[in-house]
């Protein structure tokens, strides 16, 4: 191993640790174009995988809360939404982008006014963007624009503690065996919406889907929480219009309905979540 | 694009589902490792928000020939940790310099699930001296600086750093990260 070598390794390890100050940053970067082919974060990533180690000796493993679950898919859903509505003239071949391209204005606009500790976009940097070009192009056709909550929607219902998150349970209707996702809900907004994976496309000109809502506190019946429609393969997510007051949801439940719903269901149901 | 696929490669795709099961994998790990270092819940939490946003804006970058995606997710956590840990300029307590001996060779208990790489990171410890498998611990799970280290131990700063260079080195080796070249860098 020779001298150049030596210290090279050396600016490399102090960089997979602690930041370089000026002069050994520019040493170091003269150093990495004498000698191609070495990763400049290979030990980054042996530091990582050495943490990874302690991690697993030292720690017990704790399960995310749930709000905080529902935090991060809030967030991923505001993210990659924000990363939709961004114009793009870009090639989609995400591994070949180089070029910069824009941060995303609304999504950090939105966290910056709520959070105390910095804005959490500040994460995003402008050619991390390049991995959300993606679901302009592929995630965009999956979901149509009426079925998306509005990142305002999302991102209230993430930073409201009371936020709770209802996984659907595993359906024996014939058809929808294998849908799933989840149910957000928060009962002091009114608000929520369904994430649907699975669900097996209607057509609206003769039937729709419709949700209800169990809320023994209030009625027997069910609070009928608005129609949609499923016109593609994939995820969806639909925003919840409760009718009346949900101030204590049993479950959550779908049915397929007439067109434009109805007053009383006969059902049966075919997705359910409970809360209990 | 199967589903045997890393998930951050189908994330990075544009596949909807593999950021929800992205999220199920790895909340636990990462929400673990903040509790760890963050005393405060509400800034664990936040942390935790930011880890994922940047999971999400770096998946096309993750290379599944050149670690797996549980060692590229702890990198990024740890970057996100640690900058938390020094911007609070909170020193780790003396609880946490436990003697590595004792941490390597404790089991029988229920951790954080262990990958093969964090097996071939322990093997490559069994060689290391006592001295440098403190380095490596303080350096990396305790993100101490080099000073730090050398102030703690009472070793010199030049036998810190080597003992760190060297401890990083036999660890690359292990995984076999030298022969990878820097196709697709991480930074």
Known sequence: ?276 | MSLDTPLLERVASGDHAAVSACIDRYSGLVWSLARRFVANEADAEEIVQEIFIELWSTAARYDATRASEATYVSMIARRRLIDHVRRVARAPGREMLADVEHLLARDGEPYLEATSETGRVLQAMTSMSCEQKQVVHMSTWLGMSHAAIAERTGQPLGTVKSHLRRGLIAIREQLGLEATGGSNEYR
């Open chain 1, 1 to 276: 191993m020779n001298t150049d070598n030596d210290r090279l390794l050396e600016l490399l390890a102090q960089q997979a640790i602690e930041p370089l100050n000026k002069t050994d940053q520019e040493e170091l970067s003269q150093l990495l174009e004498q000698e191609s082919g070495t990763a400049s974060d290979d030990l980054e990533l042996a530091v990582a995988a050495a943490w990874q180690a302690f991690a697993s000796q030292e720690l017990m493993p704790e399960e995310a809360p749930a709000s905080l679950k529902a935090k991060l898919r809030a967030d991923a859903d505001v993210f990659f939404a924000t990363a939709a509505s961004e114009p793009v003239s870009q090639s989609p071949d995400l591994r070949s982008q180089t070029t910069s391209v824009k941060p995303m204005d609304a999504a950090r606009h939105v966290k910056s006014e709520k959070r105390s500790g910095g804005p959490l976009w500040a994460a995003v940097s402008g050619w991390a963007l390049a991995a959300g070009l993606a679901f302009v192009l592929v995630w965009g056709m999956e979901i149509p624009d009426s079925a998306v909550p509005s990142t305002d929607l999302v991102e209230l219902l993430a930073s409201t503690p009371e936020t709770t998150v209802y996984p659907w349970d595993v359906s024996d209707a014939k058809g929808y065996e294998n849908v799933t996702g989840n149910v957000t809900w928060n009962s002091s907004l009114q608000q929520g919406f369904l994430r649907l994976s699975g669900m097996p496309t209607n057509d609206p000109a003769v039937t729709q889907y419709q949700l209800w809502i169990v809320d023994p506190a209030r009625d027997e019946e069910p609070v009928d929480g608005g129609v949609f429609d499923i016109t593609i393969d994939g995820e969806v997510i639909v925003p919840i219009d409760a009718k009346l007051l949900v101030s204590s949801p049993a479950a959550f439940a779908i049915t397929r309905e007439q067109p434009g719903g109805v007053v009383v269901s006969e059902g049966p149901l075919l997705v359910v979540a409970t809360t209990g």
